[in-house]
């Protein structure tokens, strides 16, 4: 949590299930941290992806609804923007998507490239900044010498609140939507729907 520019608390913790039931007890322990009660604040600012499909859903589900409840802006943050934030351009994230794959964004002064999944046998053939960060860069460096290897500049949750905070403003905030670069394993139901009838 932000105060102007002054990190006041956060809190990180890995889960591979359970985000929904822990996520509004975990924000109202940072917001007790930081001595703040959720009207006080003035945006919300939440991690769209990539990455776990439920977890990811879940956080923006939650940022629109507290959002919408108190009145004021959710801002979406790519993990890969959020990976690159206060490193110096040009620069290249590079995280692993696991089953042989990486997600890759370039971004240089003038902004960011789309953000792409791809084989790892073909990341030697995109990278052409001699930056990378985010943690598919051991890859990035087995694969391709002569490449700076950075860390993230400071905490994921840092880095989106950060970011959040220099855009809240905007008047043409889109609103936060989960960000998917790679289709969905599980498949729709065949089953058909209850039948609903007119009252």
């Given amino acids: 949590m932000l105060s102007g520019d002054r990190l006041v608390a956060s809190a990180q913790e890995d889960m591979a299930k359970g985000q929904a039931e822990r996520l509004m007890p975990l924000i109202?322990?940072?917001?007790?941290?930081?001595?703040?009660?959720?009207?006080?604040?003035?945006?919300?600012?939440?991690?769209?992806?990539?990455?776990?499909?439920?977890?990811?859903?879940?956080?923006?589900a939650a940022a629109r609804g507290l959002a919408l409840a108190l009145g004021i802006p959710a801002v979406g943050v790519s993990r890969l923007e959020a990976l690159a934030f206060g490193l110096p351009r040009p620069l290249a994230v590079v995280e692993d998507a696991r089953r042989g794959e990486v997600y890759v964004q370039a971004f240089d002064a003038a902004g960011a490239d789309a953000p792409l999944l791809l084989a790892r046998a073909d990341l030697p053939q995109v990278l052409t900044t001699p930056r990378v960060t985010g943690s598919g860069a051991a890859l990035a460096a087995d694969t391709v010498p002569g490449l700076d290897i950075l860390p993230a500049a400071m905490p994921l949750a840092e880095a989106i609140a950060r970011i959040a905070a220099g855009r809240w403003q905007?008047?043409?905030?889109?609103?936060?939507?989960?960000?998917?670069?790679?289709?969905a394993d599980a498949t729709p139901s065949r089953d058909r729907g209850?039948?609903?009838?007119?009252?």
């Fill in 28 to 60: 109202a322990e940072v917001l007790a941290s930081g001595g703040a009660a959720p009207g006080a604040l003035d945006a919300i600012g939440v991690g769209i992806g990539p990455g776990n499909f439920t977890g990811v859903r879940i956080a923006v």
């Fill in 170 to 183: 905007d008047a043409n905030l889109p609103r936060p939507a989960p960000l998917y670069l790679r289709a």
């Fill in 194 to 199: 209850p039948a609903i009838l007119p009252c």
